[in-house]
């Protein structure tokens, strides 16, 4: 994908994204992934679904039907295919990190060797591993802010008042990205310091898939029944987030969980009421992780982990 200079935030660049028609793979058209497909599709670009041979056959047939209070519903017509078999300028990376590892070997290196790789995976650590799989130049850590349910292959139904996403990296590079997701109606943002967008999601997402998962309750419910837990375990992200050298404010995170609705669930509690697998280690396990590695001490975090990694092992 060619990246002209541009401004840093996805208003301003949005007007660099308009225009071309891009080719567009999206691997793992689930909750995120589909709204995004259909989103891009209904902006006039050429969208490629990425997934297994049922998935594929019925969005072949069908598209993506997204129900959406902020977009409206609407279907958007998509390709699909098992591997991507030919070149394209953008590849969005939405699969669960549970599932990632399989998931990349639908794509050869070689097909997005002129374009770019955005994954927008849950956790911190999965970068890397696309870095050495794809080339370092090629990948764009992102993160996303949206609550989307896949309800049934091919259905999405898209529940938060809003779809955000920030991309790490040099803001006259992104500048077209931010621009493209921008013109589709995806609030972009560009930001360089990669541990800040990275653990700006983590910070939020930690806190909020624990305790939910953990009690079994919205966010509602939590910030109200166990608000002490709640200001706790943002204290520890936070913290943990600063000594790896990103910019996280506890205060505004707890913002964020004030102003959510109060029906809202995490994406981990409702792959734990479908018994689906969770996302733990990713999001749990990274927090651990990184605490060790810098000596921050996290013991509200551990309590939970190991509390739901003995319900999980329980489970099975």
Known sequence: MSVPPGGSRGASAAASGVGRRRTVAVLGPGGVG???????????????????????????????????????????????????????DLCLVTVKQTALS?????????????????????????ADGLRRRFGAQ??????????????APGRVEHGSPFVE???????DRLA??????????????????EPTVLWGKLAFLAPFAL?????????G?????????LSALVAEAAAVGRACGAAVDPARTLALYDAFPAEAKSSMQRDAEAGRPLELDAIGGALLRSADRH??????????????????????
Not at 80 to 85: N, P, S
Not at 102 to 126: S, W, Y
Not at 138 to 151: A, C, K, Y
């Open 34 to 88: 589909g709204l995004l497909a259909a989103m891009l599709s209904r902006a006039g670009h050429r969208v490629i679904c990425l997934a297994g041979e049922p998935t594929v056959r019925l969005l072949q047939r069908d598209g993506i039907h997204v129900r959406s209070a902020r977009f409206g519903d609407f279907t958007a017509p998509v390709e699909a295919c098992t591997e991507l078999r030919e070149p394209v």
């Open 102 to 126: 399989q998931a990349c070997t639908r794509i050869a290196p070689e097909a997005v060797a002129d374009g770019l790789v955005v994954p927008l995976l849950n956790g911190v650590e999965h």
């Open 138 to 151: 090629r990948v764009v850590p992102g993160v996303v802010r949206v609550e989307s349910t896949r309800v």
């Open 165 to 171: 996403i920030d991309l790490a990296g040099p803001p």
């Open 176 to 193: 077209d990205l931010a621009g493209l997701l921008g013109a589709a109606g995806v609030r972009t943002g560009v930001i360089e310091d």
């Open 211 to 219: 305790l939910t998962t953990r009690y079994g309750l919205p966010i």
């Open 221 to 229: 419910a939590v910030r109200t029944g166990h608000r002490a837990e």
């Open 295 to 316: 000596g921050v001490s996290v013991p509200l975090a551990a309590r939970l982990v190991a509390e739901l990694t003995a319900r999980v092992a329980a489970a099975s």
